[in-house]
């Protein structure tokens, strides 16, 4: 056995070993082998993840699961930085968190464009007025997000592409080429954006465990511990999430092609 396939069935096995407690966390309605299978796939999507230690790979997925996020691209992406899988909330698991908590009626966000027609209003009557008459491949000069609170009321954020810059330097995954910084800039933008509407909108606990989680993770860590100790082994067994007929809905959406030009443009 090869010595990347002998990794490989050590991070399914680690997966295995917690496919309990996987169980356990997840919230009601999703299921936990098509959760486990989405997890394991993300290995085959990004081999550099096999240089991590499974350990860390564990953390990011068992993240997932308590957030009740499926490790998909928009929602959640898992990341290596050095030996570390660190765990990124995209910033559609950012929206689904925010209306799951059953406080925000509406969220959205948008990135403008160079050419766009871009007007915000502060003061006691705030408002944003967007057209998006640019080209579609413009650089990016600002992102916002908004939020519908209720009763008529909307609270939005509006951040310049410094503002995106700075919090972009932060994240020590951002230059990697597998970055969804990289691969997909204008989604994590908008996540930018939402990840700062959060400070002004009533959170659930798990919109705050989210924050601290994607906090963590942007400094290149993983902090959470696994509450089932791990034993790992290299001999190959079947996993809990096999076997059985395969559902319709197992099959996951065809990923986001990545921006061609990367960057923030």
């Given amino acids: 056995m090869s010595q990347a396939l002998v990794q490989k069935e050590m991070f399914t096995q680690i997966i295995a070993q917690q496919f ?19 997890a394991t796939g993300l290995i085959d ?3 550099a993840l096999l240089e991590c230690s499974p350990t860390s790979f564990a953390l990011a997925v068992m993240g997932c699961a308590e957030l009740g996020l499926e490790p998909l691209l928009g929602l959640a992406y898992v990341i290596p930085y050095k030996k570390v899988a660190t765990l990124q909330i995209g910033y559609q698991g950012m929206i689904d968190l925010a209306l799951r908590s059953g406080r925000v009626h509406g969220i959205w966000a948008d990135v403008v464009r160079e050419g766009d027609v ?15 008459t640019g080209e579609k491949d413009n650089p990016v000069t600002h992102a916002y997000a908004c939020a519908d609170l209720g009763n008529g009321r909307i609270t939005f954020v509006v951040l310049d592409r410094d503002d995106i810059e700075r919090r972009m330097a ?55 511990p ?36 990367g960057g923030l443009v």
Avoid at 176 to 191: G, I, T
Wanted: charged share 30%.
């Fill in 170 to 224: 932060v994240s020590k995954t951002a230059t990697r080429s597998d970055s969804p910084w990289q691969l997909w800039p204008e989604e994590m933008c908008k996540k930018t954006a939402v990840r700062a509407l959060y400070k002004y909108i009533p959170k659930s606990a798990q919109m705050m465990a989210a924050v601290e989680m994607d906090n963590t993770s942007v400094m290149g860590t993983q902090a959470a």
């Fill in 118 to 132: 871009f007007n915000v209003q502060y003061g006691t009557t705030r408002s944003i007025d967007h057209q998006k």
């Fill in 45 to 47: 999507k990004n081999s």
């Fill in 20 to 38: 309990k407690q996987i169980s356990s966390v997840l919230p009601e309605g999703m299921d936990p082998k098509r959760f486990c299978r989405l």
């Fill in 226 to 261: 696994l509450a089932t100790p791990v034993k790992l082994t290299i001999e190959p067994g079947p996993d809990p999430w096999d076997g059985g007929p395969e559902e319709a809905e197992d099959a996951t959406p065809e990923d986001p092609k990545p921006d061609k030009k």
